[in-house]
């Protein structure tokens, strides 16, 4: 490329080169990429986003590197391990639900979709992609993917398949092979023991590999539940949480706003709202202890034993990021030692938000044993989940902040000039991919097994290592477990499962405490339709190579009795068809429009029609009504339809389509795909 742009001038070169200063050895050298996923971490854990949490490691790779402000997972531990390894969004390639399919107990399975999902053929993980470059591809950790590693490109792998036990798992693999159940007391802790495969994979490849580049997917396991921890690092924090979780929240706000991470008010504690499938308030008491709490309440309002067994509590998780820290920091000094740090790209993130579950899974919990050890089975619960994720609302599972937000730190010295800068151009893991095949100039096929391999969503992040505002997004989609969002630029919908959407500018503060859906109307039904259009695409890419549903894994029962081999899309009501005006009339249909809508909007009232808009594509000139009814609820659609029709009768000279064919209900697939 510089070869050929040296025949011309030189304020050409400049120019061409200009985009690349961020770039430096991109030519020079293929990086290696490692990639290192946190599970169930909160936004402000780790201290270069203002925890408190000792994590000088990554703390280093920020201030040498980027963080990233407005970086998005889907919410769930396999959704967003699609994401990373597919570069698409989880319900596109079946790892995850769409709205329609049955949730489950934990939101988690359906017939063909979900945590037990098929991905299509096409649907390649990343070390297909990079194997062609020359690249080997290790894995170390958790997987949580559908299938086994070597299969999908991987030369070696550590899979940790126990998600109960951090000392003693019983459910492992080497290079997909079943170990045999590691015995209480062994010295073993999942958290060291991953790292400890990685840094052996990486010795390898300095003795055997060492003229290829590597790609590196480190996968922890901390700080999920059950928050289980070394005595030594537990020490480290048991005074550090009797302040509370509301003190703590505010400590960290203070730093987040200094650091620059963001500028918004601390979100209210809210304490109606936990995971559907988390114990009662009863069964806690009983099987954990009297001291535990299952909401988000004041910390004044506790007593003291539960202040002391909440804090002993926060202490364990802490000292799981801590440790997590400590063995990246391994990591990271053995590829300096291969003279490979300057060149390897580190991504680190976190799967979803801080986790509020409290339910009890693998052998249990004793009572009696101490806070973090093995035979102890815990959660942090709302309140410090609450902490974890400050200043956002919510917990994993949601897609409101709190349970959508990871921090992103990007470290590339040979390939990233500044140091220490913030990025806020919103992006989400589905980028991870594209980035790291721009990076390493890897490409991927236009076919498998004889199928289109659809274009991946994301973007790459690389654009933005030079310059802030440099990677843009049309839009970005959530859902999970009836919970979904979408953002478009700065304005976000979202939605908790069976309630109305709520809008924020999140320019205005990513808290989301002002909901303003209901003085925006219209801009509620532009992202809606956003949304909308969204979930439909995905429903078509996941409706393609079905698995046969005969050999299709075992899955939730209750999933089973409502869910068909292929989900049927939701039978949503539409007021209209798509409408078409005519070339050059959008202005005036705009004057039309707001003329009429005092109007229209007291009828629409009157008949009982709520959340009722019309939108306006202005590229295409375009026109979308759109209101979700019932099928059954003939006496809304007939009033619907008379309101469409006087709105018609005041448009219809500057339509392009026949007006006996307007005020008519189509289902949602024809109103997106029709000619």
Known sequence: MVRKLLKHPAWLVALCLAPLAGLMAAESARPNILV??????????????????QTPNLDRLAANGLRFTDFYNTSRCWASRASILTGYYPQAVRRDLLPEETRGEYGMFGRVAGANGVRPRWAQMLPEYLKP??????????????????????????????????????????????????????????TTFIANHAIKCLQEHAEKFSGQPFFEYLCFTSPHFPI??????????????????????????????????????????????????????????????????????????????QQEFQAAKMAVHAAMVHRMDIEIGRVLDQIKAMGQLDNTLVMFVSDNGASAEQILRGDGNDPSAPVGSAKSYLGIGPGWSSAANTPFRLHKSWTHEGGITTPLIVHWPAGIKPRGELRRDPGHLIDLVPTALEVSGATRPVEVAGLPVPPLPGKSLAPGFARDGAVKHDSLWFYHDGHRAVRVGDWKLTGISGEQWELYNLKDGRSETKNLA????????????????????LRRLAMQDLPDTKAAPAVDPNAQKSASAVPAPP???????????????????????????????????????????????????????????????????LRKS???????????DIMDINPDNSPVRVPLKQMFHQD
């Open 36 to 53: 290192i996923v946190a599970d169930d971490m909160g936004f402000s854990d780790v201290g270069c986003y203002g925890g408190e949490i």
């Open 133 to 190: 470059q020359g690249y080997r591809s290790y894995h170390s950790g958790k997987w949580h993917m559908d299938g086994d590693r070597l299969p999908a490109g991987f030369d070696r792998s550590y899979s940790l398949e126990d998600h109960n036990r951090f000392f003693n798992p019983l459910n492992h693999f080497a290079d997909d092979v079943k170990l045999p159940p590691v015995e209480p007391g062994s010295g073993y802790y999942s």
């Open 518 to 537: 209901a003085k925006h109307p219209q801009k509620v039904m532009e992202l809606e339709l956003a949304w909308l259009k969204q979930t439909d695409e």
């Open 642 to 652: 008379e309101i469409m029709h006087k709105w018609w009768d005041y448009m219809a």
């Open 228 to 305: 289980q921890a070394l005595p030594e690092d537990i020490a480290i924090y048991k005074d550090r949480y009797k302040a509370g979780w509301d003190e703590i929240r505010l400590e960290r706000l203070a730093r987040m706003k200094k650091l620059g991470i963001v500028d918004c008010a601390l979100s209210p504690l809210e304490p109606e709202t936990a995971p559907r499938w988390n114990l009662t308030d009863a069964e806690m008491h009983s099987q954990i202890s009297s001291n535990e709490v299952g909401h988000a309440v004041p910390w004044s309002s506790l007593t003291p034993g």
């Open 571 to 637: 039978d949503y009501a539409l007021s209209a068809a798509r409408l078409k005006l005519k070339p050059g009339f959008a202005d005036e249909y705009k004057k039309r429009h707001d003329e009429i809508w005092p109007e229209l909007s007291k009828a629409i009232r009157a008949a009982g029609i709520s959340d009722f808009s019309i939108f306006l594509d202005e590229e295409t000139g375009t026109l979308f009504a759109v209101q979700k009814v019932a099928t059954t609820n003939t006496t809304a659609e």
